[in-house]
């Protein structure tokens, strides 16, 4: 037995990654969320906005290089963000004017706006692989290491080694500044508040004089801002390639509803349960098992439960599972 | 005779395009006093407070509130004009606390609205006490206090309630109907549906009972109450 060496080994190759990508499923999700609860509709095009906010961010990206800008050990592309989720916005704003309003001023059923977020997802996968291409792209920069598993080792002497990417701590970091702004917009705010009013009970908020077209402005322009930085997290730890985003979105309506849809706590939440699921599942516990076990216990096989091509199938699952027993999620959301 | 303060003048109208619900019917408020609506259901004493709100067409006949004429406004544009309403029901966010319920009824003033805030708490305690609370984990007459403290928010000119006791206990309704009357000594003029007929009677200066959307009695509720026509055929003798 050796239960030190397990954690790291653990922490290495579970906790680690599952942090990260859980806290961008996270922000992917609240993006979600905050849509479901203010527009009333699941927004299909979610994935193909984060998408297209990468994309913008890693042109934003190759401009500065051009300019011989850089952002030192950190990557270039938290320089271009803004640009990013500026375009966003504009982009999405755009798409509301012309495509959602005309629904909403219908009073549209909720059916036919996920129908419509749908066309408007397959425009925007195009318009995201006409700009950028279909390639996969790496535009992470800087210091790729904030300790890497031999500087580890050398430092505890131990067996195994842990590694922190740059882009794990800036996920976590960048994604905890996210929730708080965007909590402390919602909880302390006059707009946030009648954000939070309007998605409560919309007649009431009509009647207390909140208006309608103010709030749905507001919630594009965060929706665009977080799907932007949940792409270009995701892209950074990773790398970019449009059908990947088209897929997040499993994961991401996934997180959104085992929270509680239309609750961004439980958003947040939800992606961490759907990322450690996801992780847990498909990663080979050999490594681990052998530390803690006897030596005559010691398995045979990887013990992998599910290889990391059916990653999206665990998602599913926990989804399905989720809205057969508990419709309204973990948190107190709405029901689907 | 001055015009009263409130006035639905002999509206007809209905909902949407389909058939009138009222026909010719008047429903007035005084500064200073409580109006009510009573009748038996269906009789279109909902239809007609809305109608006043201007959440229905009103084809015929108009409302008029300090002798301004506001039949084509908007529910919405009516709430600037000055008046107060509180639906019978969802009448809170109920994801929010009493204190953010409030704020959000005095959404419209861009002013310092603390000193309304103190006057809500003072008229119902108990709010002050729960004011980090989430409206909607409170008892059935607590949400209701919330509604009307979230409705005098705006300082309203008027105010009017859908129904305040609909669903409370006997207890809880006799404490809401003095707390009324508190809004009402206020100097505000307030006009109520009720369905607990005799309870409103006996508070209201002014009452109005409908029948299939006309005024068939109009007097002080000492009036109506004592109006043998009246007893026999809404207050069960």
Redesign the interface.
Known sequence: MDFLNALVALANFVIVPGLAYGAQLAIGALGVTLIYGILRFSNFAHGDTMAFGTAMTIIGTNALLALGITFGPLPTALLALPFGIGATILLVLLTDWLVYKFYRDQKAKPVILVIVSMGVMFVMNGVVRFVIGVRDIRFADGERFLITARDFKEMTGLREGLAIKTTQAITVVVAIIAVSLLFWFLNKT?TG??M??F???E????????NPDWVVKVTWMIVAALATTAGVLYGLDKSFKAFTYFQLLLPIFAAAIVGGLGNPLGAIAGGFVIAFSEVTITYAWKKVLVYMMPDSLEPDGLVQLMSTDYKFAVSFAILIIVLLFKPTGLF?GQSV | MSEPFLIGDAMTGGYGKGPDILHGCTIAAEKGEIAVIVGPNGAGKSTAMKAIFGMLNVNSGAVRLDGEDITKLSPQERVVKGMGFVPQTHNIFTSMTVEENLEMGAFIRRDDFKDTMTQVYDLFPILKEKRNQAAGELSGGQRQQVAVGRALMTQPKVLMLDEPTAGVSPIVMDELFDRIIEVARTGIPILMVEQNARQALEIADKAYVLVQGRNAHTGTGKELLADEDVRRSFLGG
Not at chain 1, 203 to 210: E, N, R, V, Y
Request: proline share 0%; no cysteine.
């Open positions: 006059r508040k009648s939070r009013a998605s409560d009970n007649d009431l908020a009509l009647l207390s004089g909140i107190k």
